[in-house]
């Protein structure tokens, strides 16, 4: 019995000692269910760093989405999402996704998981963007954004096969580069005339904010950009995903748009009804695997 009980409080120590060197990963986010099974070894899942990496020292993800899940059951999707080269024509898409913040927070960049059938450029160029109180047929205001280079983290892990093509899901983190251009979000403070909430009790980021973000490997543009069809669409993930991170997602709220298929702020589950060309199925799309990185909840 000693014996083991020094077992068991060894395998504590070592497991609080590897938390304390995971950046922005506390005893908070792992259950106690977790712990047990790190000790024991069974039902091991990736840590949260793996899914929503923190690319620099002090930044966190403040919002995440969760994982893609390609098992039949999550209903999985992918939704056109960057800009692309498709033989003469060059092929754009742009997903919007809605994010909560419990207070404030600082934006000093955006993340995005997305499916390919072929490896993507390392560094393409890229976009991100943030608006709010947008609506069908209505882009709502723009509040921070800018044009910056992704960087290319490599496969995520997770494919989807959609009839005999494999899909391969990749994470691209887009860094803010100039400070001056970090985007500040802060919750209004609530007086009498601010006790209405916004539709759904989405909570305010300023009311009904959107995140987007996607890189441009059209060739024209991007130099390591092969002049080969390999279009990019953003993983969709459940209404409750594993690894999220933040407040909890706003399901069957999200946007897409685009000039080469004439779509203008659409609710993203009537464009992934219709399936493809724009969307790789026809389910899913409650929302997307993305996430915000900087500071703040």
């Known amino acids: 019995m000693k014996r083991a009980w020094r077992f068991l409080m060894l395998g504590l120590t070592l497991t609080t000692a590897a938390l304390a060197q995971v950046p922005d990963q506390s005893t908070q986010d792992v259950p106690l269910t977790g712990l047990v099974d790190a000790l024991l070894g069974v039902n091991v899942r990736p840590s949260l760093t793996a ?5 620099v020292v002090g930044l966190h ?3 995440y989405a969760g994982d893609f899940n390609p098992k039949p059951a999550k209903e999985p999707n992918g939704l056109l999402n960057g800009i692309f080269i498709d033989g003469s024509n060059i092929v754009d898409g742009q997903v919007w996704v809605p994010f909560p913040i419990k207070k404030k927070i600082v934006v000093h960049g ?11 450029p390392a560094n393409p160029p890229a976009h991100w963007e943030i608006r709010q109180g947008i609506t069908t047929g209505n882009g709502g205001t723009v509040l921070c954004g800018g044009d910056e ?3 290319l983290n490599g496969p995520t892990g997770r494919t989807f096969l959609v009839g005999v093509t494999t899909y391969v ?3 691209y983190v887009i860094l803010i580069a100039d400070p001056n251009n ?9 007086g009498p005339e601010d006790q209405i909430l916004p539709p759904g009790g989405h909570g305010q980021c300023p009311p009904n904010c959107y995140v ?3 890189t441009n490997t059209s060739g024209a543009a991007a130099a390591d950009a092969p002049l080969t ?3 990019g669409y953003l993983s969709d993930a459940p209404i409750t995903a594993q690894h999220h991170r933040g407040l909890p997602n706003i399901p069957d709220n999200s946007f897409f748009k685009s000039t080469f298929y004439g779509v203008n702020f659409v609710p993203a589950t009537t464009v992934c009804a219709a399936g493809p060309p724009e969307a790789l199925s026809t389910v899913g799309c409650h929302t997307f695997s993305i996430g915000i990185i900087g500071t703040g909840r």
Do not use: K, Q, R, W
């Not at 955006?110 to 993507?120: A, C, K, Q, R, Y």
């Not at 970090?182 to 609530?190: R, W």
């Open 110 to 120: 955006v993340l995005i998981n997305e499916l390919f059938t072929s490896p993507p």
């Open 51 to 55: 899914n929503c990496p923190p690319p």
């Open 61 to 63: 993800c403040v919002y």
């Open 212 to 214: 987007s973000g996607g």
């Open 169 to 171: 899901e990749y994470n």
């Open 229 to 231: 069809t390999n279009i």
């Open 149 to 151: 280079t992704a960087t």
């Open 182 to 190: 970090y985007c500040t979000l802060t919750i209004p403070p609530v």
